[in-house]
């Protein structure tokens, strides 16, 4: 299989298993259409290392689920084809991760 196959049938994967989720329950609307978004810059390359960065540091400690939902609602409101508007989200979450003395890059 080639290379470009291989891509395209992780990119298809992922969107189902997002979709999935979002028909079950899982996810909300809003969850899904930032998801898909995601999935969509991560794979097109359009997305600043900085912010998928941040989320990789938000994940990799255990944070009280206030914080959690306070990172989750900032990337929601992330317009992700608005570089201002990533940096702000990076700005803002690296912030509060570094108020709960997680170290950040």
Do not use: W
């Not at 930032?34 to 794979?43: E, M, R, Y």
């Not at 900085?50 to 990799?60: G, H, R």
């Not at 508007?85 to 997680?102: C, W, Y």
Request: with cysteine.
């Amino acid at each position: 299989m080639n290379e470009e196959i291989r891509i395209r049938k992780i990119y298809d994967e992922t969107a189902s298993v997002i979709l999935h989720n979002a028909v079950n329950n899982r996810l909300s609307s809003e969850e899904m259409a930032f998801l898909l978004s995601l999935l969509d810059k991560v794979f097109n390359c359009t997305l600043p290392e900085a912010f998928l960065s941040v989320i990789k540091d938000s994940q990799n400690y255990d944070l009280n689920e206030e914080v959690k939902d306070i990172i989750k609602a900032n990337m929601l409101a992330t317009d992700l084809n608005n570089d201002q508007s990533i940096k702000s989200s990076v700005t803002a979450i690296r912030d509060l991760l570094s108020a709960q003395g997680v170290s950040t890059q």
